[in-house]
């Protein structure tokens, strides 16, 4: 009886080891597996990049890429200036020193954004090289393309031009590829090359907040 006993005492702590091995080897695994994976902790993670606001009217332009298109953009609407076409425009910043040459006067048919005398779009737009942009800079760029120096877009309306700079910037944010300055003062919208500095692009903003309607 007293073996009995023995055998039955040691098959027991046997099976209560053997139980406790099988679940230390198991049991962690299991609850990796199931349990619900928690969030990433402070500072874990790549940080998300950093957007840069636009300044209010009359401060320095940004790269469209940096800029967030929920805030004002550079210039404002202070002075109408919708009487004034393109070209005209662009004589003016001549006048004013800056070193730009017409490249291309569009008409609806060769407008590359097709909103050349749409409703809500511009009445005209010139494209413009800046002699300070190196032909090794924007080699393979067609005659219009902004980074050669830029472009000028004229509204008749203040608030539909306003709408076209901030439409810009929103696409530039979507696509870091397309970046440019962009500046608008009244019905007028001055797109600038990035490949320019920010002291050269600022020299835009300048003459373009000093032109005479």
Known sequence: MLRYVVF???VAVL????????????????????????????????ASPSVASPGAAGTPGLPTGTADPTGPVQGGAGGLLTNLTAEQ????????????????????????????????????????????????????APAGAIERGGAVEAFHDAAA??????????????????????????GVVLRVSLVLTDGQAKGYETALQRLAS
């Open 8 to 10: 039955v005492l040691v």
């Open 15 to 46: 099976a209560g080891a053997a139980g406790y091995a099988l679940n230390r080897m198991v049991g962690p695994a299991h609850q990796a597996r199931t349990a619900p994976a928690a969030g990433p902790g402070p500072g874990s993670g790549p």
């Open 161 to 186: 031009a306003q709408r076209r700079a901030t439409r810009l910037l929103t696409v530039t944010k979507d696509n870091p590829l397309v970046t440019e300055y962009v500046y608008v003062r009244g």
């Open 89 to 140: 425009v662009a004589i003016s910043l001549a006048k004013a020193g800056l070193p730009l040459h017409t490249t291309v006067v569009y008409t609806a048919a060769t407008d590359p954004d097709r909103l050349l005398g749409t409703a809500g779009g511009y009445s005209s737009r010139i494209a413009f090289s800046d002699s300070r942009v190196g032909s090794n800079e924007v080699a393979g």
